[in-house]
């Protein structure tokens, strides 16, 4: 993958940076323009994120811990989690648990979510050009699908590191490379006639495509942050199943099913699965080891449904459907 | 900052059969599951989840549908 098309002067000046490193003499802390607004912001922060994922083949490697690119890449992470926590600390049902109430607590945040359905309309009344724009969309997350989390392994304690990795085995195939989630979400995109190579549709990203990638980013690659990435996981997954289900049968009745109803109907089983698994043997045992975490917890999980809210409404505008 | 190390635990509880209040039976380290039908189905993932309401539209496996039941 190229550096993705800059969307104002900062990321511009960020991936102008990116391609002249190591050559140029990049320490001058502070040079950094202001963003144009918060597509220039969010599509920079995805770039410089991206380094730790799979890189660019116009970008040394090296930059990914250049430390002009680290200072850039921290007040952009800066902006966004006061945002997000901004978001949170406004949410009128917010409540603040004692570590054996986490999980029901996250129960509690799950069933109290309202955001719109894309997966409904899949399954009743989206016609194949807004299925194929989903798609389009969502592959910018689940073409590295579950990757964000795993850099969370080393930094939970025993309980929780047992259990994420039971979780992500499955999510990575259970030793098949033929059912790692991402690859069969590769697969679908062929299937249906899109391009299935790793960040080909982000110069299309919506915003809020983009701002959910980057939560999940800044979550997984934060050792601060892993109660609120584990939290993000878990409501990530107690909203998966259903819709899925929904995604195969609007798949099927548009005729885009085979490779890419099969990412989803695999979806269905497993994560009614890694639900229970990320409620109680993740988050729960994360709570009660490391009573601190159960706030962030929550913070993680009503990101995760509030940035798909965000994303859900704006698709609608998209596909111009009234909410 | 870092919290202080725990004890380790001399064994941790991780039982290969969970039953999930209102939820299903989580299922550790089988091959195979027979349902009511008498199907066998072929085991390939570490834990699998049983549904208990009888609703799911992929039994005998879970699909979540238990949550938009009221109880």
Same mark, same amino acid.
């Given at each position: 993958?190229?550096?993705?098309?800059?969307?104002?002067?900062?990321?511009?000046?960020?991936?102008?940076?990116?391609?002249?490193?190591?050559?140029?003499?990049?320490?001058?802390?502070? !040079?950094?323009? &202001?963003?144009?607004?918060?597509?220039?912001?969010?599509?920079?922060?995805?770039?410089?994120?991206?380094?730790?994922?799979?890189?660019?083949?116009?970008?040394?490697?090296?930059?990914?811990?250049?430390?002009?690119? #680290?200072?850039?890449?921290?007040?952009?992470?800066?902006?966004?989690?006061?945002?997000?926590?901004?978001?949170?600390?406004?949410?009128?049902?917010?409540?603040?648990?004692?570590?054996?109430?986490?999980?029901? !607590? #996250?129960? !509690? #945040?799950?069933?109290?979510?309202?955001?719109?359905? %894309?997966?409904?309309?899949?399954?009743?009344?989206?016609? =194949?050009?807004?299925?194929?724009?989903?798609?389009?969309?969502?592959?910018?997350?689940?073409?590295?699908?579950?990757?964000?989390?795993?850099?969370?392994?080393?930094?939970?304690?025993?309980?929780?590191?047992?259990?994420?990795?039971?979780?992500?085995?499955?999510?990575?195939?259970?030793?098949?490379?033929?059912?790692?989630?991402?690859?069969?979400?590769?697969?679908?995109?062929?299937?249906?006639? %899109?391009?299935?190579?790793?960040?080909?549709?982000?110069?299309?990203?919506?915003?809020?495509?983009?701002?959910?990638?980057?939560?999940?980013?800044?979550?997984?690659?934060? =050792?601060?942050?892993?109660?609120?990435?584990?939290?993000?996981?878990?409501?990530?997954?107690?909203?998966?199943?259903?819709?899925?289900?929904?995604?195969?049968?609007?798949?099927?009745? #548009?005729?885009?099913?085979?490779?890419?109803?099969?990412?989803?109907?695999?979806?269905?089983?497993?994560?009614?699965?890694?639900?229970? %698994?990320?409620?109680?043997?993740?988050?729960?045992?994360?709570?009660?080891?490391?009573?601190?975490?159960?706030?962030?917890?929550?913070?993680?999980?009503?990101?995760?449904?509030?940035?798909?809210?965000?994303?859900? &409404? =704006?698709?609608?505008?998209?596909?111009?459907? !009234?909410? | 900052?870092?919290?202080?190390?725990?004890?380790?635990?001399?064994?941790?509880?991780?039982?290969?059969?969970? +039953?999930?209040?209102?939820?299903?039976?989580?299922?550790?380290?089988?091959?195979?599951?027979?349902?009511?039908?008498?199907?066998?189905?072929?085991?390939?993932?570490?834990?699998?989840?049983?549904?208990?309401?009888?609703?799911?539209?992929?039994?005998?496996?879970?699909?979540?549908?238990?949550? +938009?039941?009221?109880?």
């Amino acid at each position: 993958m190229m550096c993705p098309k800059p969307r104002g002067v900062l990321s511009e000046w960020v991936f102008d940076l990116l391609r002249e490193l190591p050559e140029r003499d990049a320490w001058r802390p502070g !040079a950094a323009p &202001t963003a144009d607004g918060q597509e220039d912001a969010a599509i920079a922060l995805w770039a410089l994120h991206e380094l730790s994922y799979g890189g660019f083949e116009d970008v040394d490697d090296r930059a990914e811990w250049e430390p002009a690119v #680290l200072a850039v890449r921290r007040d952009l992470e800066d902006e966004l989690e006061s945002r997000l926590r901004e978001r949170w600390a406004a949410y009128p049902s917010r409540t603040t648990p004692s570590p054996e109430e986490v999980p029901a !607590a #996250l129960e !509690a #945040l799950v069933a109290e979510d309202d955001g719109p359905s %894309l997966a409904d309309l899949v399954r009743r009344t989206a016609d =194949r050009d807004q299925v194929l724009e989903l798609l389009r969309q969502r592959s910018v997350y689940h073409l590295k699908e579950s990757d964000p989390a795993t850099w969370v392994v080393p930094r939970l304690p025993v309980r929780a590191k047992a259990a994420l990795m039971e979780l992500q085995y499955d999510e990575y195939g259970d030793g098949d490379p033929n059912r790692l989630h991402s690859h069969m979400f590769a697969r679908g995109l062929t299937a249906v006639g %899109l391009r299935p190579e790793y960040g080909a549709y982000v110069d299309d990203a919506l915003l809020e495509t983009l701002e959910m990638n980057n939560a999940v980013s800044l979550l997984g690659l934060h =050792r601060r942050l892993r109660g609120a990435a584990m939290g993000h996981l878990a409501a990530f997954e107690m909203t998966s199943s259903l819709p899925s289900r929904k995604m195969v049968q609007g798949l099927e009745r #548009l005729e885009l099913g085979g490779a890419m109803a099969a990412y989803y109907d695999e979806h269905v089983e497993a994560d009614a699965i890694h639900e229970q %698994l990320a409620l109680r043997d993740i988050c729960g045992t994360l709570a009660e080891d490391e009573p601190d975490q159960s706030e962030d917890i929550l913070f993680g999980a009503f990101t995760a449904l509030d940035q798909e809210c965000r994303f859900a &409404t =704006r698709m609608l505008e998209v596909w111009d459907v !009234a909410s | 900052m870092t919290p202080p190390p725990r004890e380790p635990e001399e064994r941790i509880e991780h039982p290969d059969l969970v +039953v999930v209040p209102d939820g299903p039976l989580l299922v550790r380290g089988a091959a195979s599951i027979q349902d009511a039908e008498g199907r066998v189905h072929e085991v390939v993932r570490p834990v699998v989840a049983l549904c208990r309401c009888d609703k799911s539209s992929r039994l005998p496996w879970c699909d979540g549908t238990h949550k +938009v039941i009221p109880r």
